[in-house]
């Protein structure tokens, strides 16, 4: 069995999508939030929207399910993200910007390169999904460790298990085609134990952490 292993264009980048008010120090919110989860919450919007949008320009090329319907499942990561935001009063940072554009640089610029990937063949395309999955479940990772806050941590764990589930299916795909993915950003320990896992039903308070 080959291995293909995709160079990491991007760990836990810096959050810089997601901009103070000028009149944030005069505003008080019913429900307070911190900079951090604030921060948080605006750059996992971006991220989710960059899955999205990786995934639209990948089943357009190809043609083949699994972006399609994964696609799908991350415009509803996107819509509850956007949730969040709107409840603190944090300006969306996606706002009307179309496929392929955001306001973070490091996102912005990951994007970019896995177009690239994305364009060399569908085994690629397939290894830069699984990347993404990877990616997104080590940095709400990060994201628990900086919130306390029920609403925020139950919105990390859906999106955390609609990304196990992602990663397993692209995986699945790859192994079909004899190729093994590397985990970029997990441990190989909590990437074996994610595969070991059977499909998940997600919203139903299941959490798996490492």
């Given amino acids: 069995m080959k291995t293909l292993l995709i160079i990491a264009t ?20 019913a429900v307070s939030i911190n900079t951090q989860e604030k921060l948080d919450l605006c750059f ?25 319907n994964i696609s799908a499942s991350e415009a509803s990561h996107m819509s509850s993200v ?4 709107n409840k603190y009063s944090i300006i969306d940072p996606v706002n009307s910007n179309g496929p392929g554009v955001f306001v973070d640089t490091n996102l912005q610029q990951l994007y970019n390169d ?7 063949s569908l085994i690629k395309a397939l290894e830069v999904g699984a990347t993404i999955e990877d990616l997104d479940i080590s ?29 397993k299916a692209f995986t699945s795909q790859l192994t079909s085609q004899g190729v093994t993915y590397i985990p970029q950003y ?25």
């Fill in 82 to 85: 956007l949730n969040l935001l």
């Fill in 114 to 120: 896995l177009i690239l990937q994305v364009d060399v």
């Fill in 186 to 210: 997990l441990t190989q320990s909590t990437y074996d134990s994610i595969l070991a896992l059977p499909h998940e039903q997600c919203g139903n308070g299941m959490r798996f952490r490492k």
């Fill in 139 to 167: 940095d709400i990772n990060t994201f628990y460790r900086n919130t306390s806050k029920s609403d925020l941590i139950q919105v990390y764990d859906a999106l955390t298990c609609g990304s196990r589930n992602h990663i």
């Fill in 44 to 68: 996992l919007r971006e991220e989710e929207k960059l899955a999205h949008d990786v995934y639209v320009y990948a089943y357009n090329k190809y043609g083949v399910m699994i972006f399609n």
């Fill in 10 to 29: 991007a760990g836990l980048m810096g959050f810089n999508s997601c901009k103070k008010d000028d009149n944030e120090n005069n505003n008080v919110s």
